[in-house]
């Protein structure tokens, strides 16, 4: 599975954000798709998942402000970033499980200043 992640750029605090993630067609949909990110000198965390069958997880630390999505029709996933803080800036990738191989993106920054 080959992940393209785009949408990635400068916002400034409480402003939002849409990142997008186009997969390649697989025989077999991924189990799993969901996005992690990377801040400078952090460890790399999950941020949000979703399942095939639609079911999301969110890390409490996004909780009611980021959205996941997928769109099977256009191989799409997406991540919606509301109300941004200053704590969201990180390299954010796209992953896919397919229970049989895990597969990452190259990442998109992401960066929330003033």
């Known amino acids: 599975v080959q992940l393209v992640e785009s949408g990635g750029g400068l916002v400034q605090p409480g402003e939002s954000l849409r990142l997008s993630c186009v997969y390649s067609?697989?025989?077999?949909?991924?189990?799993?798709m969901g996005w992690y990110r990377q801040a400078p000198g952090k460890q790399r965390e999950l941020v949000a998942r979703?399942?095939?069958?639609?079911?999301?997880f969110y890390a409490d630390s996004v909780k009611g402000r980021f959205t996941i999505s997928r769109d099977k029709d256009k191989n799409t996933l997406y991540l919606e970033i509301d109300d941004s803080v200053r704590e969201d800036t990180a390299v954010y990738y796209c992953?896919?499980?397919?229970?049989?191989?895990?597969?990452w993106g190259l990442g998109t920054q992401v960066t929330v200043s003033s």
């Open positions: 067609k697989t025989s077999r949909s991924p189990a799993f």
């Open positions: 979703i399942s095939n069958g639609g079911s999301t």
């Open positions: 992953y896919a499980n397919t229970l049989a191989a895990f597969y």
